[in-house]
């Protein structure tokens, strides 16, 4: 079968040959249909210090995806051959505390398909049945293949109360938008975003931001403060950059949420840790999904079309044109790239 991998340790990817899995016990093998790329492929891709640091090539990659079973392993009763299903990255163990007690999505032992294992950028992928999860046919595959990617946003919106509050989401990156559209229809009072580039600030809009600040507002805290004097409910931090989490807990309103998601490069030493005690702030650190609340509740935003996610997917091409996803994603020039096999 043809498969998108990460063969040497050095910059890019490429399609080889690989031989079509087959499922061992408690695995089901997938026929792909559709996968989209993400920020960690993009990392993957550029053979950055972390991707250096974590995948032992050669790894087919991709965690995004969604398709067919056309197999199942032995012990496998809960999935069958022809369930739609789509794909959760975070393999956990089962075993680890976290995991005893509801806490899977910060299992100790989570391997990451795509990443610690070989994933969906292929014809084929066989996984353990747990991460191909149902998904109501329904849905269109378009759309299916990124839950990965929106459960994200589900899981950091859903992390506090969202009805009638004034939401401030900082990164207008895909799991940023997606947030977007999860407050709204979660019933946000305001949803307000930050983001440098004036592409992604059109995809938050026409996606249903409020409004989007950006560097022509100038100082961002005081035009925000000027919007909403009492300050935000809650801040979602989505682009991981120092900036915005300083914006954040200048902007959230005392006895506010303050959710992180963004993840940032370096340790962040500008933060006044005595403002966010005096003003009572929860400060959250948010990854993953919650196991398998967040797709639950995804699936039922999902199903009952309450999400605009049109213009979040940019680009459906063929996934032998991953080179050219690869390089719109690299110049900022996509929002959310799906691949059709
Ligand atoms: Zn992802
Ligand atoms: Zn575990």
């Known amino acids: 079968m043809k498969a998108i991998a990460k063969v040497r340790p050095e910059p890019g990817v490429e399609i080889i040959d690989a031989p079509e899995p087959t499922t061992g016990p408690g695995q089901v093998k997938v026929k792909l249909e559709a996968a989209s790329v993400c920020g960690t492929d993009l990392h993957i891709y ?22 067919t079973i056309v197999e199942i392993g032995e012990g496998v009763s809960e999935r069958k051959v022809g369930d739609f299903v789509a794909s959760e990255s975070h393999i956990t163990c089962g075993h680890c505390l976290q995991c005893l007690h509801g806490q899977g999505h910060v299992c100790r032992n989570t391997k990451i398909l795509g990443v610690d294992v070989d994933g969906g950028f292929a014809e084929y992928v066989v996984m ?40 401030l989401i900082t990164g207008m990156g895909p799991i940023g938008i997606f947030a977007v559209t999860v407050c709204k229809a979660l019933g946000a009072k305001s949803v307000i975003a930050t983001e440098i580039s004036p592409y992604r600030s ?38 991981g950059h ?28 500008s933060i006044d840790i005595n403002n966010i005690i005096f003003n009572g702030i929860e400060v959250q650190g948010i ?55």
Not at 250 to 269: C, D, T
Not at 300 to 319: C, F, G, K, N
Request: net charge negative; proline share 7%; hydrophobic share 45%.
């Open 46 to 67: 550029n053979w950055d210090a972390w991707a250096a640091g974590r995948i032992h090539p050669p790894r087919i990659i991709g965690h995004e995806f969604c398709g």
């Open 128 to 167: 353990p049945w747990l991460n191909a999860r149902v998904t109501p046919p329904s849905i269109s595959p378009l759309i299916a293949a990124f839950q990965d990617a929106l459960g994200n946003a589900v899981h950091t919106a859903t992390a506090g109360p969202i009805e009638g509050r004034n939401i």
């Open 202 to 239: 059109e995809l938050a809009l026409k996606t249903g931001a409020d409004r989007v600040f950006g560097p022509q507002d100038g100082n961002l805290a005081e035009a925000i403060l000027k919007m909403f004097p009492e300050g935000m409910d809650a801040v979602l931090e989505m682009s």
């Open 242 to 269: 120092p900036t915005q989490l300083e914006l954040a807990t200048k902007v959230v309103r005392p006895g506010g949420r303050l959710s992180l998601l963004g993840v940032y490069a370096n340790p962040i030493q």
């Open 287 to 341: 990854v993953g999904r919650k196991l398998w609340q967040t797709w639950d509740e995804m699936q039922d935003l999902l199903l009952h079309d309450r999400l605009q996610l049109d213009a979040v997917v940019t680009h459906v091409m063929h996934y032998t044109d991953f080179k050219e996803a690869m390089e719109l994603m690299k110049a900022g020039k996509a929002g959310k790239v799906v691949f059709r096999f």
